[in-house]
């Protein structure tokens, strides 16, 4: 599985911006999509990630702010980041799971930077 992401930018605080990932090389097994953010210093963590059933969640950080969708069809996760603050400021991952043969696979795309200026 490749990802590939796009969207991200610099941006003033109370700005908005839509993070796209998409995966290719099948979509056989995929069982939840997800985008991580690891700012400098710090450990990677979970934004928000979305099942195949359309569950999601979200770190309560961003709750209220940010909304992730997926297409299935096509297999485009998107993160849509409204009232974005400095502290959102990262490096943003897509995420694809996969099951297949009670085996658990992440696969992770390159990633993109997320800039917020105060």
């Known amino acids: 599985v490749q990802l590939v992401e796009s969207g991200g930018g610099l941006v003033q605080a109370g700005g908005s911006l839509r993070l796209t990932c998409a995966a290719s090389?099948?979509?056989?097994?995929?069982?939840?999509m997800g985008w991580y953010r690891q700012a400098p210093g710090k450990q990677r963590e979970l934004v928000a990630r979305i099942t195949i059933s359309g569950t999601a969640n979200y770190a309560d950080s961003v709750k209220g702010r940010f909304t992730i969708s997926r297409d299935n069809a096509e297999n485009m996760v998107y993160l849509q980041m409204n009232s974005l603050k400095p502290e959102d400021t990262a490096v943003y991952y897509c995420k694809v799971e996969k099951f297949i043969a009670a085996t658990n696979f992440d696969f992770w795309g390159q990633g993109t930077q997320v800039t917020v200026s105060s």
């Open positions: 090389g099948g979509s056989f097994g995929i069982s939840a």
